[in-house]
Each structure stands twice: as C-alpha cells, then as structure tokens.
C-alpha cells in the first residue's frame, strides 16, 4: 500500500524556466494539499484540491503558481518563470477526506540557480 | 489568518529527560495533530485529538486537545536520541477544513 509519492525528490532550475512538482495520492484518497517549506520554517498551505477541483487556494501566490489535480493521473504544482525565491522544500499530502488521515509525501526540493 | 505559536523553539536535553512542547491558537481548532519531521523528509503523523480535552498516548508520546480548543501540548516521556527532529503541532479548522502548521520545535537529545 504505497504512501504519498512525489516527484521528483530533487528538482534544479535556472531562473525564468518552469518547474513541474507532481503529487500522487495514496489510494482511494481524493483530497490532495499542497505546502511549502522554506529552510528552518514550519510549512505553510498552498493549496487544496479534490478530483478536478480547486477547493481552496488562499496560500497560492496570485501570479506564476497554479495546480490541478485532474480525474486520471497526478496532481501538479506549476510554477512559471521560477525566481530564486520559490526555491524551497514543496510537500504534498493526501486524505479520504476533509477531516483526518492526513499523510505526507517525502517533499521536492526545488532549488533555483 | 489562522496563525499557532509553538513553544519552546528548541529544545536541547539528556537522554531520558521527559520533554513538554505546547501550542496556542488565536482561533479554535476541530482536530489538533502532532508530526514529527527528520531532516530531508516529510512530516509524519504522530498523534490525532478529535474532540475538545482529549488525552492520547502513542507509546511514550502523550498528547492533549485543550478545553477552550485555542491549544495542545505534547509529551514525550524517557526521550532517546532517535527522538531527535522537528516536531509540529497542526490544527484542522476553518472553512475549508485545511491544515495549519505551528512554527515547529526543534528537539536536540544528547545521548
């Protein structure tokens, strides 16, 4: 029964380029959330989604970033023109539902050069 | 928005000193969760309180859903050095129902 698998665990980006974080829930989990952590911090929300929807995205930084989680396949977290600032440890979890059993991937780290 | 104050920020103790760590919301939780975080890896959930006064042990970790639901406290009694690693205290709550980390303590244990 694999847990939350994120890819890829390491991700290196020049400036400008886009980044691609990819987020598979564990099994029959349909609500999927996203966090940022930068070094020494707590995580911080991103954003929530269930099956091709966006449930809340206050977290989300008005312009370059975006997600999807769509019917088949993976969720994404896109980032657009990549500054040295998003570089940082992105972590997915995933639940059943609204209210419990969250578990969280290992996390990507996006370092932009 | 939702903020938690987490306390102590570190922690730097003996081996088999028991440990107490604590957070504070200036609004009310329906679930308050403790994870534990190793370096270079995901948090991982370590204790789940569901209703307001709530005390549950996990082994030699005890945990507390506060009365008024604005706080937690977690425990760990006898710690070892694999007990090392950053510890989070998350509530669940608002409208949507998203998870909200404190600001983590960091657990030193020198053997």
């Known amino acids: 029964n694999a847990g939350v698998m994120q890819n890829p665990r390491h991700l290196v980006r020049r400036r400008g380029q886009e980044a691609r974080l990819r987020c598979s829930p564990m099994k029959g989990h349909s609500h999927v959330y996203w966090y940022r952590q930068l070094p020494e911090e707590g995580l911080k929300f991103m954003v929530y989604l269930q099956k091709e929807n966006i449930i809340d995205e206050s977290g989300m930084p008005k312009e370059r970033f975006s997600a999807e989680f769509p019917k088949e396949g993976p969720s994404i977290l896109r980032i657009q023109q990549v500054v040295r600032g998003d570089s940082a440890a992105y972590f997915c979890?995933?639940?059943?539902?609204?209210?419990?059993?969250?578990?969280f991937g290992s996390g990507t780290r996006l370092t932009v050069v | 928005g939702q903020q938690l104050n987490q306390s102590p920020q570190s922690m730097f103790i003996q081996e088999g000193e028991d440990v107490s760590m604590n957070c504070t919301s200036s609004?009310?939780?329906?679930?308050w969760l403790w994870y534990k975080q190793d370096p270079g890896e995901g948090p991982v959930l370590l204790i789940a309180l569901y209703k307001a006064g709530e005390l549950t042990s996990n082994g030699r970790l005890t945990a507390q859903f506060g009365i008024t639901r604005k706080d937690s406290f977690l425990n760990i009694s006898a710690s070892i050095p694999s007990d090392v690693g950053i510890y989070f205290c998350a509530g669940l709550g608002g409208a949507t129902n998203k998870l909200i980390f404190g600001t983590g303590t960091l657990l030193a244990v020198q053997p």
């Open positions: 609004s009310i939780f329906n679930t």
């Open positions: 979890a995933s639940s059943p539902g609204p209210t419990r059993d969250y578990t």
